[in-house]
């Protein structure tokens, strides 16, 4: 009940494309759903979160899509570029037990030219 | 203002030696959170400490591994008599106030092997 499924595990995607990563999770305590963007050799960063009573969390190209009643969310990438290419990881918590952070596998991105 | 530093980078210890992980938090920080990264594995939480107390340690293994937080000095992980599958690299990530909705800031890791 506290895993969070991510998926697809690797995503390739065009320059200028849209690329969308999609969580899913169990536990309806959660309340507090950030996205994670890690370089290689670096240690995550956070890139943008979201809480559910908000559907939708826009931050420049970066889009976050919530749907409560389905547990699950996603991060949209528009015009991605080469410079995204990295292992964007999704993530949740609960204010109850706010040093428990639950992440999900991850999923590596490459933005081809 | 520097960020969460860890020490060392890179990491290589033989079976059964000891490994210490350093992490000083960034300044104004008094929250540390260790996570482990396994090989195309997401984060797993191990520990959680304010100077001096660890919080929670609910992740991190019953036997062998050691954390710290003292009040002068960085956040120290300890794993001892280490074994092939102690190899992952370790995060350290420190918040002005407790959890995450004070802002989480990672610093870049200490991997480990152990050969």
């Known amino acids: 009940q506290q895993q969070v499924k991510q998926s697809p595990q690797s995503l390739i995607v065009q320059k200028g494309g849209i690329s969308i990563i999609n969580c899913a999770y169990e536990n309806t305590a959660f309340d507090y759903f950030p996205w994670y963007q890690q370089f290689p050799g670096k240690g995550p960063a956070l890139l943008i979160a979201?809480?559910?009573?908000?559907s939708e969390k826009k931050e420049g190209r970066f889009t976050i899509s919530f749907n409560k009643s389905a547990k699950q969310f996603s991060l949209h990438i528009m015009d991605s570029q080469p410079g995204d290419s990295a292992t964007y990881f999704c993530?949740?918590?609960?204010?109850?037990?706010?040093?428990?952070?639950?992440f999900g596998p991850g999923t590596s991105l490459s933005v081809i030219p | 203002n520097a960020g969460v530093m860890q020490n060392p980078r890179h990491l290589v210890r033989r079976r059964g030696q000891e490994a210490r992980l350093r992490c000083s938090p960034m300044k104004g920080h008094s929250h540390v959170y260790w996570y482990r990264q396994l090989p195309e594995e997401g984060l797993k939480f191990m520990v959680y400490l304010q100077k001096e107390n660890i919080i929670d340690e609910s992740g991190m293994p019953k036997e062998r591994f050691s954390a710290e937080f003292p009040k002068e000095g960085p956040s120290i992980l300890r794993i001892q008599q280490v074994v092939r599958g102690d190899s992952a690299a370790y995060f350290c990530?420190?918040?002005?106030?407790?959890?995450?909705?004070?802002?989480?800031?990672f610093g870049s890791g200490t991997r480990l092997t152990v050969v």
């Open positions: 990530a420190s918040s002005p106030s407790a959890g995450i909705y004070g802002g989480y800031t």
């Open positions: 993530a949740a918590s609960m204010e109850t037990s706010y040093d428990k952070v639950i």
């Open positions: 979201i809480r559910p009573d908000v």
